[in-house]
């Protein structure tokens, strides 16, 4: 069996409503495999909440919970398998606009032709 392709997915979140950061295309499965929340914000912490949607049940489920992370800090989700199917999506709200960005890294395998 042959390997997937690589991508990293990545977006400021401008608000505090819920925003996708990653989407597995049509004819693809996904394995999740970093995901990274950065705060560029030098004085204040954020908070973030990171969500998996299933297109199947269409239901979010929580990763984590309202996660703070510190001025200038990181939060980084490392060595985690997480497995999607096509039209599901890994999503992340803000607690404050502007301050945190959040990059998927996933491993997408064409299924089918």
Do not use: C
């Not at 042959?2 to 979140?13: A, E, H, P």
């Not at 999503?91 to 032709?113: K, P, R, W, Y």
Request: proline share 1%; glycine share 10%; net charge negative.
């Amino acid at each position: 069996m042959q390997g997937g392709l690589l991508v990293t997915s990545s977006v400021l979140l401008a608000n505090t409503n819920r925003t996708t950061v990653y989407t597995t295309p049509s004819n693809h499965r996904s394995i999740v495999r970093q995901i990274m929340v950065g705060n560029v914000d030098a004085s204040n912490a954020a908070t973030v909440k990171l969500e998996l949607y299933d297109a199947s049940s269409t239901s979010h489920f929580a990763l984590t919970g309202a996660t703070s992370v510190a001025a200038d800090g990181y939060l980084w989700l490392n060595d985690i398998i997480i497995g999607l199917q096509a039209g599901d999506l890994i999503s992340a709200t803000g607690g404050s606009a502007n301050d945190l960005t959040v990059t998927v890294v996933a491993e997408q395998i064409v299924i089918g032709g």
